[in-house]
């Protein structure tokens, strides 16, 4: 998923973990 935020571009990395699913953000811009 792409959003701005703050006119800059957040990506959303959802990673599928055994039992934990990680959320990683990677602000660019």
Known sequence: ML???G???SR???SEI???SRVI???TG
């Open 25 to 27: 953000y990677d602000i």
């Open 18 to 20: 055994p039992g934990i």
């Open 3 to 5: 959003e701005t935020c």
């Open 12 to 14: 959303h990395i959802v």
């Open 7 to 9: 006119g800059h571009v």
